[in-house]
């Protein structure tokens, strides 16, 4: 089965689900507006907590390529949001994906690799960056990369794709053009948006902005807005509060450290959770003075992988909690 028909067909042909259709809005001149909900299409990541880092290039080469990926939470005026789980996935520049392959769908077999994939935890501004190299395309879709944003419980808050700004001069045109860094596909052949299966019915809340040059790379910055949380437990809130900082030593062992700040005399605790969202360890620490503070977290009896720490203060303005993500050697 080729890609085109996989798109066309949805998940159902495999006997999955469709998601949602697509919400519309601009994801600039319509203030907080949901990005659109998309198909996770036929190559998500299989182990996406198993990749957590920032730079997921590994064995691919081409233009130099930074994501930065801005989530904003519709549910509090599109303040930042801080401590969400964001997974990217993305093809190679001859349009190949990594751990699939080997099938009329994708020849070439890629299943042993795990290259352009990876996982961040939202800093304090909501936002996460990846370094990589610039998206290839293949048949029936335009230039795109996947995008997965979790909660910090692992509830899945959002499936999307970002766009890509077209025509002449852009970046996709003059990449595809750069015979000298690996890309040969030039633009015969290219599905547009406007009659690509995902972003024909509109790009509005996935476009992004693209800046830079084949000499210095290429900056791509999207607005990624979702429905957070609305409770008074959020992580907007709780930066006004108090910062959590990462923990150290990460990858570690037995115990490790959480570096704290806190901005009144606040009572304490910790929570760690699989990135599943299943609560494994808690520790209550105690009231703890204002100020830079250091909580040490026995993590001795998890085994090795990745997990997510939450830690949740009150004091007299309420209760908050911020989470960020680690590594269990």
């Not at 689900?17 to 198909?39: I, M, Q, R, Y």
């Not at 996982?119 to 879709?141: A, E, M, N």
């Not at 335009?142 to 419980?153: E, K, L, M, P, S």
Request: proline share 4%; with cysteine; glycine share 10%.
């Amino acid at each position: 089965m080729e890609r085109k028909d996989f798109l066309k067909r949805g998940f159902g042909f495999l006997g999955m689900a469709v998601l949602g259709p697509s919400l519309l809005g601009a994801n600039k001149a319509a203030a907080c507006t949901a990005a659109a909900t998309e198909t996770a299409g036929p190559f998500p990541t299989l182990t996406p907590g198993s990749l957590v880092r920032s730079n997921i290039v590994s064995t691919r080469t081409g233009v130099p390529f930074t994501i930065n990926i801005n989530v904003k939470n519709i549910n509090n005026s599109c303040g930042p949001l801080a401590g969400v789980i964001v997974d990217i996935w993305h093809c190679d520049k001859d349009g190949n994906y990594s751990q699939y392959g080997g099938t009329t769908m994708q020849p070439t077999d890629y299943t042993a690799q795990d290259f352009l994939r990876g996982r961040q935890t939202t800093d304090s501004t909501g936002l996460v960056s990846f370094t990589s190299i610039f998206p290839g395309w293949y048949s029936s879709r335009a230039t795109h990369i996947h995008v997965h944003v979790y909660d910090a419980a692992g509830k899945s808050l959002l499936i999307t794709q970002i766009a890509f700004p077209e025509g002449t001069g852009s970046a996709v045109e003059t990449v595809n053009a750069a015979t000298a860094y690996g890309y040969t596909k030039g633009m015969s052949g290219y599905t547009y948006n406007a009659t690509d299966n995902v972003f024909s019915d509109g790009t509005a809340t996935e476009m992004s902005t693209v800046s830079g040059s084949l000499a210095a790379g290429y900056v791509l910055s999207w607005d990624c807005y979702v429905s957070g949380a609305t409770t008074a437990i959020n992580e907007v809130s709780a930066d006004s509060q108090f910062q959590v900082r990462q923990n150290f030593p990460n990858p570690c062992s037995d115990v490790t450290r959480i570096p704290v700040v806190l901005r009144t005399p606040s009572d304490v605790k910790v929570t760690v959770m699989s990135v599943e969202g299943k609560e494994l360890v808690k520790q209550v620490i105690g009231n703890m003075s204002s100020g830079e503070q250091l909580v040490d977290l026995d993590v001795s009896q998890l085994s090795a992988g990745n997990y997510v720490y939450s830690v949740k203060i009150t004091n007299l303005s309420g209760t908050f909690s911020q989470s960020r993500m680690f590594v269990k050697q």
